[in-house]
T-cell receptor
Framework: GNSVTQMEGPVTLSEEAFLTINCTYTATGYPSLFWYVQYPGEGLQLLLK?????DKGSNKGFEATYRKETTSFHLEKGSVQVSDSAVYFCALSDGPGGNKLVFGAGTILRVKS | GAVVSQHPSRVICKSGTSVKIECRSLDFQATTMFWYRQFPKKSLMLMAT?????????EQGVEKDKFLINHASLTLSTLTVTSAHPEDSSFYICSARDRLNTIYFGEGSWLTVV
């Protein structure tokens, strides 16, 4: 079945460092890909998404490109801030309507000032 | 923006008792809600899809009689863990889909069974 694998955390960075969180997927067909973020004490929020190969999703300085050839959707940000500290989940859509989501295990990001 | 609220955020219950978790869409009508469970260091696993006014659709391996889901209105779905045991201790999170097919997640609920 479909699955998502993302790098284990926690990832600890200093402020203004470059961030990469790796995500690879296994899927039949052409799923949409998502990154969700969960800040402490809050629900998951959609950070960005891409619906087809070579699409780049971007939001709040974060970017991820849908790479079909490598089945990857790595999350990047050029300069992280303390406020980016959160748990990041990679996910793909699964099922009719694209709303049945398959999640990775989540990666904790800690940014130090 | 749209908000989905879960209650309670944390609950401790005794083994053998039942506990109910509520998921409410606060400013939109949700015809479909989803219930997920997360084990430590594991992915969020979809447990069931809840459609308003009809029976929930459970994922393979999820016990229907243990995890009762009721979606009685367009703004409320409930998950009841019946005869809870320590292995049911987990993080449960719901999401709701609005009429534009956008999904919003609740804050999650931590269940500890002692």
């Amino acid at each position: 079945g479909n699955s998502v694998t993302q790098m284990e955390g926690p990832v600890t960075l200093s402020e203004e460092a470059f961030l990469t969180i790796n995500c690879t997927y296994t899927a039949t067909g052409y799923p949409s890909l998502f990154w969700y973020v969960q800040y402490p004490g809050e629900g998951l929020q959609l950070l960005l998404k891409a619906t087809k190969a070579d699409d780049k999703g971007s939001n709040k300085g974060f970017e991820a490109t849908y790479r079909k050839e490598t089945t990857s959707f790595h999350l990047e940000k050029g300069s992280v801030q303390v406020s980016d500290s959160a748990v990041y989940f990679c996910a793909l859509s699964d099922g009719p309507g694209g709303n049945k989501l398959v999640f990775g295990a989540g990666t904790i990001l800690r940014v130090k000032s | 923006g749209a908000v989905v609220s879960q209650h309670p955020s944390r609950v401790i219950c005794k083994s053998g008792t039942s506990v109910k978790i509520e998921c409410r869409s606060l400013d939109f009508q949700a015809t479909t809600m989803f219930w997920y469970r997360q084990f430590p260091k594991k992915s969020l696993m979809l447990m069931a899809t809840s459609n308003e006014g009809s029976k929930a659709t459970y994922e393979q391996g999820v016990e229907k009689d243990k995890f009762l889901i009721n979606h009685a209105s367009l703004t409320l779905s409930t998950l009841t863990v019946t005869s809870a045991h320590p292995e049911d201790s987990s993080f449960y999170i719901c999401s709701a889909r609005d009429r534009l097919n956008t999904i919003y997640f609740g804050e999650g609920s931590w269940l500890t069974v002692v």
